[in-house]
């Protein structure tokens, strides 16, 4: 029998909600992001709706995309949560208006960076990993169609080899982060961006003067425009740091920090002309994937609305010396494998300031959790959640309702589906209630949520399938990473 084009689940005593619990969980809510200068993507709604629907078919049709999907293989980690992850990715290809920069043959990834935006949209943490990295490649597709056989490898030599699917193929296997979409910017492109800010601000403890970079610059806190920028980037003989590629992934990540809080200050948000100027040096600088579409771009500028310099964080993965070649490195496991593991299952990651006492000991006013509020997390007790028993297991649905109350979830409702057995457990949600659905998404980690038009507003409903629903055990926040800079902290701080 052929299924209506609009499937229904009914529920006792609860309104009918649209999603076949067949369907991929995944294919509805798919997000994309723009790069690491994503969180500028929301000042596109100080134009207003008919406007900037215009704007954005300009900025759409001036990205060049990739398809990169048959590269990628069947055998990729699972999506846990909402979250996004974006590669980010810089060229040092010499070709075309990069000539002027060497002459060396073939394209690496100059930098790496795993972009991680919890669910909700309201922090993001951007991973550096640096390309001398010994890492075990998997087998690729090179750009003609023939198969790389995998092996050990700097980090970097998978993009020479396979372009930005192999990198994204070797992050996602060396990681286990399922990874959603790639932004890559080169040399041109990057000095575009910086311009259209009219120059980006930096500070240096003294004087640097190389010539191989072009790079001139006196010492202290200065503005930078697009050639001194990237310059300043690349440099590893101006005598900024020890020359070491993670002394530069450093500097990388405190420019990146503030261009950042560039793009999102108010001097940006409430300048249209501005903020067009900078989103199409943008759009003219990058590739992505072809999943990246205008509909997508125009989700996520609404859902990081709340997304503000000071919840955008840069770390480095931990690294060690590789014993055979002191000359590169290897993960530090013991470090590095906490860290991806939070960012799978979207822990908690480390804060940068502790939450204000008041004094009797508790959180203040600062520390305290509301419910749909940006930027802050949505405690269990204020998350309503229905639980359906979509299984053939007689009091399966009771169970798991006893287990999420242990955890402090208002369950309301301990019901079963009206339908044959179901397959995959959701999470689906009603208006307004993302957040509350993103708690209990990480409470049942392997579970994506899904907004779903029928569901009551404020409320969450778990329909548990064949597959089942793990209440996972409490998780513990990764240490905090030495070294972490913050989008809105000083330039000149620690220099």
Request: overall charge positive; glycine content about 10%.
């Amino acid at each position: 029998m052929q299924r209506s084009a609009t499937p229904r689940v009914y529920f006792d005593g609860a309104a009918a909600l649209p999603p076949d619990p067949d369907e991929d969980p995944g294919r509805s809510r798919r997000w994309r992001v723009l790069g690491w200068v994503s969180v500028a993507l929301s000042a596109m709604l100080v134009v207003g709706s008919l406007t900037a629907y215009g704007f954005w078919r300009r900025l759409d049709g001036q990205i060049v995309r990739e398809n990169v999907d048959d590269k990628l293989g069947a055998d990729r980690p699972p999506k846990l949560n909402n979250s996004i992850n974006i590669l980010l990715m810089g060229s040092d290809s010499r070709q075309g208006a990069n000539a002027r920069y060497g002459t060396e043959q073939g394209e690496r990834s100059d930098t790496t960076i795993l972009l991680h935006i919890s669910p909700g949209g309201d922090r993001a943490i951007g991973i550096s990993f640096p390309r001398d990295t010994m890492v075990q490649r998997p087998s690729c597709k090179t750009r003609d169609g023939r198969v790389q056989p995998g092996g050990l490898s700097m980090l970097n030599a998978a993009y020479s080899i396979g372009g930005p699917a192999c990198t994204w193929k070797t992050i996602e296997a060396i990681t286990n982060i399922r990874i959603d979409h790639y932004v890559e910017v080169d040399f041109t492109g990057f000095k575009r961006v910086v311009d259209a800010l009219d120059g980006v601000e930096i500070c240096v403890p003294k004087p640097v003067n190389d010539p191989k970079a072009e790079l001139r610059l006196r010492a202290g806190r200065q503005v930078v425009n697009g050639d001194q920028a990237l310059g300043y980037v690349r440099t590893r003989t101006g005598g900024l740091g020890d020359g070491s590629d993670l002394s530069r992934i450093k500097r990388q990540q405190q420019f990146m920090a503030s261009v950042v809080k560039k793009a999102t200050s108010q001097g940006m948000l409430t300048d249209p002309a501005k903020t067009y100027r900078f989103l199409s040096a943008v759009t003219k600088s990058i590739k992505t994937d072809s999943r990246l579409s205008l509909s997508v771009m125009q989700r996520l500028a609404a859902s990081m609305r709340g997304l503000s310099a000071g919840k955008v964080r840069f770390v480095t993965v931990p690294v060690e010396p590789y014993p055979p070649d002191r000359n590169r490195v290897q993960f530090n496991n013991a470090l590095a494998q906490p860290l991806f593991k939070a960012i799978r299952q979207d822990n908690t990651l480390p804060q940068d300031n502790p939450q204000p006492k008041r004094p009797g000991g508790g959180p203040g006013p600062a520390g305290q959790q509301a419910a749909g509020r940006p930027g802050q997390a949505v405690p269990p007790n204020q998350v309503k959640v229905a639980v359906y028993n979509g299984t053939t297991t007689d009091g399966l649905g009771q169970r798991v309702a006893d287990q999420l109350t242990e955890k402090g979830f208002q369950v309301v409702k301990v019901g079963t589906t009206k339908k044959a057995a179901t397959a995959r457990t959701q999470i689906l949600y009603g208006a307004g209630a993302e957040r509350q659905a993103a708690a209990l998404a990480a409470a049942l980690p392997g579970h994506p949520p899904r907004a779903s038009a029928a569901a009551k507003s404020g409320h969450v409903y778990l329909i548990i399938g064949r597959d089942g629903a793990n209440v996972a055990e409490a998780r513990r926040p990764v240490p905090k990473l030495a070294g972490e800079i913050r989008a809105d902290q000083d330039v000149c701080a620690g220099t």
